[in-house]
């Protein structure tokens, strides 16, 4: 009798590790001494309350913003692509704008009342179908609902084909079948071993769905899989407005 071994996932997201990473702005301190990391092609999650730094350490890795301490990406290979879906989208919805033209505004070089290019209506079309908006291409953002414009961040945030995935709070404005969406475009990712680092408020999605989730309230309070991390006493001192010096890490 043969025994067939597992599949072993290729991973081609990064490692992520922040060490030590601060951000003070005037007399501020926003991130204290922040360091953990993001295992490649993993599901992370990070949770924290309003207000905890979550927003600003993505921004921090996306270059946006300065800090002390050292953070860096660990590709298997050469430097991949970095896909980013941000938590709203701020726009005049009396623009008259249809998802093709954001998508094509968002994806390509060309300007976007030329229409979408042929080298990226091929990618604009699956991205739009894999998050179920492909027959509202020609809907104007302004009519969609908060879960259709979020479900379209989230297509954009598919090409150029991600290796890092950084998604701010991507589940606040969907609807059950967004939701549904969202967490089968997890699943595609973790089989294509991309690394996705995920901040998100509703923590029974990150204990169901998270590899691993980072609790944050201007530093780390704990870090490990859900299961053990997501306990109360740990989640109380987490949404605290002073965290505890002492709150233990997993």
């Not at 701020?90 to 976007?112: H, K, N, S, W």
């Not at 899989?225 to 109380?236: A, D, G, K, S, Y």
């Not at 001192?237 to 997993?250: E, I, K």
Request: aromatic letters at 6%; proline letters at 7%; hydrophobic letters at 40%.
């Amino acid at each position: 009798m043969t025994v067939q071994e597992p599949l072993t996932l290729q991973r081609v997201g990064p490692l992520i590790a922040f060490a030590e990473v601060s951000l003070n702005l005037g007399r501020t301190t926003i991130l204290d001494s922040v360091a953990f990391q993001v295992e490649p092609g993993s599901i992370h999650a990070l949770v924290g309350p309003n207000g905890g730094g979550k927003s600003s350490l993505i921004k921090t890795l996306l270059g946006q913003m300065p800090h002390q301490g050292r953070l860096s990406l660990q590709w298997p290979g050469e430097p991949g692509v970095i896909g980013y879906v941000p938590q709203a989208l701020e726009f005049d919805r009396g623009l008259p704008m249809t998802v093709d033209d954001f998508m094509a505004a968002m994806c390509q070089r060309r300007p976007a009342f030329l229409g979408l290019s042929k080298h990226y209506a091929g990618a604009i079309g699956q991205a739009l179908e894999r998050v179920g908006m492909q027959d509202k291409r020609k809907r104007r953002m302004g009519a969609l609902s908060g879960g259709e414009r979020q479900r379209v961040l989230l297509a954009q945030g598919l090409i150029p084909s991600p290796q890092l995935l950084v998604l701010d709070e991507p589940m606040s404005a969907l609807d059950e079948a967004g939701i549904q969406v969202f967490e089968r475009l997890l699943q595609d990712w973790r089989q294509a071993g991309i690394t996705v680092l995920w901040i998100e408020h509703d923590l029974e999605a990150v204990g169901r769905l998270a590899d691993r989730v980072t609790g944050l309230n201007r530093r780390v309070l704990f870090d490990g899989p859900p299961r053990q991390t997501l306990t109360p006493e740990r989640l109380l001192t987490l949404f605290s407005t002073h965290p505890r010096t002492n709150g233990s890490a997993a």
